[in-house]
């Protein structure tokens, strides 16, 4: 069983709409949370941490995380071009990085 | 404050040749960690180390091996390489304070080919 599991996609949404990355993960002792984005052919750069249960605001970006059912998800609102990237969810159970194989998200002008 | 560099960017070597690669970490972090992404596989943890001792290791051959030094830089090491090897190896720093926000870094990356 994978550590972390995200849907592929593509996920495709028009531009200003909603866009919804879901993400589960197998280790319960796991703590700390995070998204990154990365761009075709750069690296990965950090989005969004979570720790807590319930949700994190930073901007555009909500971060959702509910522990019981092992599920973190990140909402972007008014989804632009530039948001067109991949999206790995990772969890960090202990001192490393489990990732996601990443959600390729594509935002229509 | 300056990010994570990787040296080189770009690698091409052939089957059976050795590769190092180089990391230096963000200014006043002491934890480095690779990766290897490929198209197939998405991001694969390799090891970890803090203070030039290997703390975590990925399920990886031993032809794949690091070291870290007293100022914190990061060199990996791969042996014997098979065209299998050919994928970005990402470098990630971060300091490793024990806490919750422990957050990694990455560096840009070097692309290996191997032929």
């Known amino acids: 069983q994978k550590e972390v599991e995200q849907n592929s996609g593509p996920l495709s949404v028009p531009e200003g709409a909603i866009a919804s990355l879901n993400c589960t993960y197998s280790d319960r002792v796991s703590q700390s949370f995070f998204w990154y984005r990365q761009y075709s052919g750069k690296s990965p750069e950090l989005i969004m941490s979570i720790y807590s249960n319930g949700d994190k605001e930073d901007g555009r970006f909500t971060a959702q995380l509910n522990k019981a059912s092992q599920y973190v998800s990140l909402l972007i609102r008014d989804s632009q071009p530039s948001d067109s990237a991949t999206y790995l969810c990772?969890?960090?159970?202990?001192?490393?990085?489990?990732f996601g194989t990443g959600t390729r998200l594509t935002v229509i002008p | 404050k300056a990010g994570v560099t990787q040296t080189p960017r770009y690698l091409i070597k052939t089957r059976g040749q050795q590769v190092t690669l180089s990391c230096s970490p963000i200014?006043?972090?002491?934890?480095v960690s690779w990766y290897q992404q490929t198209p197939g596989q998405g991001l694969q943890f390799l090891f970890e180390?803090?203070?030039?001792?290997?703390?975590n290791k990925g399920n990886f051959p031993g032809r794949f091996s690091g070291r870290q030094f007293s100022n914190s830089r990061s060199e990996m090491n791969v042996s014997t390489l098979e065209l299998g090897d050919s994928a970005l190896y990402l470098c990630?720093?971060?300091?490793?304070?024990?806490?919750?926000?422990?957050?990694?870094?990455f560096g840009p990356g070097t692309r290996l080919t191997v032929l």
């Open positions: 180390y803090f203070s030039e001792t290997q703390r």
């Open positions: 990772a969890v960090n159970p202990q001192n490393n990085l489990f």
């Open positions: 200014s006043g972090h002491r934890s």
């Open positions: 990630a720093s971060s300091f490793s304070s024990g806490g919750l926000a422990d957050t990694q870094y």
